[in-house]
RNA sequence: GGUCCCGUGGUGUAGUCUGGUUUAACAUGCCACCCUGUCAAGGUGGAGAUCGCCGGUUCAAAUCCGGUCGGGACCGCCA
């Protein structure tokens, strides 16, 4: 048996200058010059230039990039090289041939095929170097929110996915058959994380939300994966947007420190947090009044448009990427959306708008038993379909809030996508069940 | 659910308005050959598309009309 070398890494590689290295990756790229030849592997962390005589260049013949190989060479300082270094003497050894052509190039500097095309290929396509980033980043996030919460005596929660029962009301649900009876795909862990303030005081939870909503726009899509948090004993709605802010730096931040790499390569736009500005349902129309002369006054809640407008107001006014809208008309919000107690025809729920697009919604709850079955009978709601919800709440609830962030809304707004399913792995919408 | 746009080699586009020199063009990818420093490599040559599908108008349809399927954008709704 041959003594096979440890693997190392590509971007190791500067640090083994002189030694013999064994590299293993997908052949991303080849620039055949006839006597010497350039081989650009690829692994999970980056690149390397590989030197192959034509001798060794032989074993990928009637083979396509994306090959996976491994390399035997040494590693020699080399100024003319990607990141200083490249594999010379270099043996060649095919772990896992490739012979059919690649539906796209994958090796460009642009990727070139079409959202579709993309998706349908999305299993391959998601190897594009810059797709890929863009993906290890959102994990980034995802480890700043655990992070950050954990660090403040937050417990992380799991919900049932499947339940009897539609979670706040409407016919935007997925109903499937469950031994003979009717079951959900839960359209929010809304009423599981309330339940367990009732144990934990503090709770989060990463998870699928699924939305029957036929919607045909780029941000939409009809399973996402919401970051859900939820705290008792609060002051109020403040305290929780207080948190979301920090929450929102630090997982920013978890981005940067963990991967500056990648959100220098995408060209990120890092968001200007500042003092984020928090204004009323009614003032926000105001200001749309004022700047844009729109009255919407009539209308119940902030269509898209008013949306970006306000984006644009925060960043002109306030240099910031965020704004806070506060105290949406009662009517319009979840059942278990606490009124203020100073205007009862307002509540007290905040939207969270980045860069002109809704990203978080929230609010403090009804803690109140009666007042909770109250509000879901003067809506019609059957109570008795929510019991095992109200019986946390009859013995004993703590003032508490929360929200709930589209974590790949949030991904598409950083990396600039134009449409959510780039920042969706594979997306399921009204048209793609697959890949 | 409403409105509007788009379907041309594997991929991305031009050509469609104003039907006919279009054996359907360009780039990239693929195949072959040349090249010792590329890094979106370069050069030469080659293969690859009955122009989404069905029907109609016409001497003639990628091009005009109708239907159908597929895709995209905006609105509604939301995260």
């Given at each position: 048996?041959?003594?096979?070398?440890?693997?190392?890494?590509?971007?190791?590689?500067?640090?083994?200058?002189?030694?013999?290295?064994?590299?293993?990756?997908?052949?991303?790229?080849?620039?055949?010059?006839?006597?010497?030849?350039?081989?650009?592997?690829?692994?999970?962390?980056?690149?390397?230039?590989?030197?192959?005589?034509?001798?060794?260049?032989?074993?990928?013949?009637?083979?396509?990039?994306?090959?996976?190989?491994?390399?035997?060479?040494?590693?020699?300082?080399?100024?003319?090289?990607?990141?200083?270094?490249?594999?010379?003497?270099?043996?060649?050894?095919?772990?896992?041939?490739?012979?059919?052509?690649?539906?796209?190039?994958?090796?460009?500097?642009?990727?070139?095929?079409?959202?579709?095309?993309?998706?349908?290929?999305?299993?391959?396509?998601?190897?594009?170097?810059?797709?890929?980033?863009?993906?290890?980043?959102?994990?980034?996030?995802?480890?700043?929110?655990?992070?950050?919460?954990?660090?403040?005596?937050?417990?992380?929660?799991?919900t049932p996915k499947l339940v009897g029962e539609a979670t706040e009301g409407g016919a935007n649900v997925f109903q499937?058959?469950?031994?003979?009876?009717p079951a959900y795909l839960a359209q929010s862990p809304q009423l599981y994380k309330q339940i367990m303030?009732?144990?934990?005081?503090?709770?989060?939870e990463?998870g699928p939300a699924f939305r029957a909503e036929?919607h045909?726009?780029?941000?939409h899509?009809n399973?996402y994966?919401s970051?859900d948090?939820e705290?008792?004993?609060?002051?109020?709605?403040?305290?929780?947007?207080?948190?979301?802010?920090?929450?929102?730096?630090?997982?920013?931040?978890?981005?940067?420190?963990?991967?500056?790499?990648?959100?220098?390569?995408?060209?990120?736009?890092?968001?200007?947090?500042?003092?984020?500005?928090?204004?009323?349902?009614?003032?926000?129309?105001?200001?749309?009044?004022?700047?844009?002369?729109?009255?919407?006054?009539?209308?119940?809640d902030?269509?898209?448009?008013?949306?970006?407008?306000?984006?644009?107001?925060?960043?002109?006014?306030?240099?910031?990427?965020?704004?806070?809208?506060?105290?949406f008309p009662t009517t319009k919000v979840a059942f278990y959306s606490k009124p203020?107690?100073?205007?009862?025809?307002?509540a007290?729920n905040?939207d969270?708008?980045?860069?002109?697009?809704e990203?978080v919604s929230g609010s403090q709850r009804i803690?109140?038993?009666?007042?909770l079955l109250?509000r879901l009978e003067a809506r019609g709601m059957n109570a008795a379909s929510f019991t095992g919800y109200l019986?946390a709440f009859?013995?004993?609830?703590?003032?508490e809030g929360g929200f709930a962030?589209g974590?790949?809304?949030?991904?598409?707004?950083?990396?600039?996508?134009?449409?959510?399913?780039?920042?969706?792995?594979?997306?399921?919408?009204?048209?793609?069940?697959?890949?």
């Amino acid at each position: 048996m041959t003594q096979q070398s440890e693997r190392v890494l590509n971007a190791d590689l500067p640090g083994h200058v002189g030694k013999c290295v064994r590299v293993e990756g997908w052949v991303h790229a080849i620039r055949k010059f006839g006597a010497v030849n350039f081989l650009i592997l690829r692994d999970r962390s980056g690149q390397a230039q590989v030197i192959l005589e034509p001798g060794q260049m032989e074993r990928l013949d009637g083979l396509q990039v994306e090959t996976v190989v491994a390399v035997e060479g040494t590693v020699e300082e080399e100024e003319r090289a990607a990141n200083g270094v490249e594999i010379r003497d270099a043996s060649l050894e095919v772990i896992s041939p490739v012979t059919d052509v690649l539906p796209f190039e994958l090796n460009k500097r642009v990727l070139k095929p079409s959202l579709d095309v993309f998706l349908n290929n999305a299993t391959v396509g998601l190897r594009y170097p810059a797709r890929a980033a863009t993906f290890r980043l959102y994990s980034d996030l995802l480890f700043g929110f655990r992070d950050y919460l954990l660090g403040r005596d937050f417990t992380e929660i799991h919900t049932p996915k499947l339940v009897g029962e539609a979670t706040e009301g409407g016919a935007n649900v997925f109903q499937l058959d469950y031994f003979g009876k009717p079951a959900y795909l839960a359209q929010s862990p809304q009423l599981y994380k309330q339940i367990m303030v009732g144990v934990f005081e503090r709770v989060f939870e990463i998870g699928p939300a699924f939305r029957a909503e036929p919607h045909y726009t780029v941000r939409h899509i009809n399973e996402y994966t919401s970051l859900d948090v939820e705290m008792g004993f609060i002051t109020g709605p403040e305290e929780v947007m207080g948190l979301l802010i920090a929450l929102l730096e630090q997982m920013v931040q978890a981005m940067v420190g963990r991967h500056p790499r990648d959100v220098e390569a995408l060209g990120i736009e890092l968001p200007t947090f500042g003092e984020v500005p928090r204004i009323t349902f009614r003032e926000a129309q105001q200001i749309i009044l004022d700047r844009h002369g729109e009255n919407r006054f009539e209308e119940p809640d902030l269509s898209p448009q008013d949306e970006r407008w306000l984006g644009e107001w925060a960043l002109e006014e306030h240099g910031t990427d965020f704004v806070f809208v506060t105290h949406f008309p009662t009517t319009k919000v979840a059942f278990y959306s606490k009124p203020d107690p100073g205007d009862p025809e307002y509540a007290l729920n905040f939207d969270l708008i980045f860069r002109g697009q809704e990203l978080v919604s929230g609010s403090q709850r009804i803690n109140d038993h009666d007042e909770l079955l109250a509000r879901l009978e003067a809506r019609g709601m059957n109570a008795a379909s929510f019991t095992g919800y109200l019986e946390a709440f009859k013995y004993g609830m703590p003032p508490e809030g929360g929200f709930a962030i589209g974590s790949e809304r949030l991904l598409m707004r950083l990396v600039g996508a134009g449409n959510i399913r780039e920042t969706t792995l594979f997306p399921r919408d009204v048209n793609r069940l697959s890949p």
